[in-house]
């Protein structure tokens, strides 16, 4: 049951569609390849790729891709990447991002992973850039830690060209019976 197609292919799962020029599936495993590709998969992450390998029911590898959630016709940021492991509400996994508003590269990261899951998330928080007369321009990267499913903490570094460097940290708690806490250190 291996099926091979050419032209406009349009292949519908539940919860995903995918539309390309060339397909290589088997029905049975409903694994398989396809050039081309632009797609949707539920909720709501929007992909184009020069190619899309289904690894499993959940698990794909994108081959020069842009991915978003943006649900305009024109999405308003997207990320571009040299290739990407998805798991679905799992994570997705980019190399050689470039993190777009519309079509303007803002930053790139060698490495990403963004998890998809509801859960919290140990892990690097997007990075922030401001300007204030005082501190001039400003660079900030917080890192997310979740201790325990109770507790948690946010460290971050901070770049003031004016200024120099400044850190802190965010933890918190809570307890049974509403007791919980706040530690706030700059």
Known sequence: K?????????IQFPNENISGEKASFNLDSSIGEIKKVHGMIQPTIFYKAESLERKSESVYHF??????????????WKFSCSKADFRKNDY???????????????????????PLNKERATGLLAP???????????????????????????????????RGLGGGLEYRYL????????????
């Not at 291996?2 to 349009?10: H, L, P, R």
């Not at 997705?92 to 963004?114: E, G, Q, T």
């Not at 307890?175 to 700059?186: I, K, P, R």
């Open 2 to 10: 291996d099926v091979t197609a050419e032209g406009n292919v349009v």
């Open 63 to 76: 081959q020069k891709a842009w991915i978003t959630s943006c649900t305009q016709p024109v999405p308003r």
């Open 92 to 114: 997705m996994a980019m190399w050689n991002s470039i993190f777009f508003i519309k079509k303007v590269p803002v930053f790139y990261l060698p490495y990403m992973r963004y």
């Open 128 to 162: 922030q850039l401001a300007y204030s007369g005082i501190k001039g321009v400003t660079y900030s990267q917080s890192f997310y830690w979740a201790i325990r499913r109770n507790m948690d903490a946010t460290l971050n570094l901070n770049y003031y060209s004016e």
């Open 175 to 186: 307890f049974s019976e509403g007791t919980g806490g706040q530690l706030n250190l700059y």
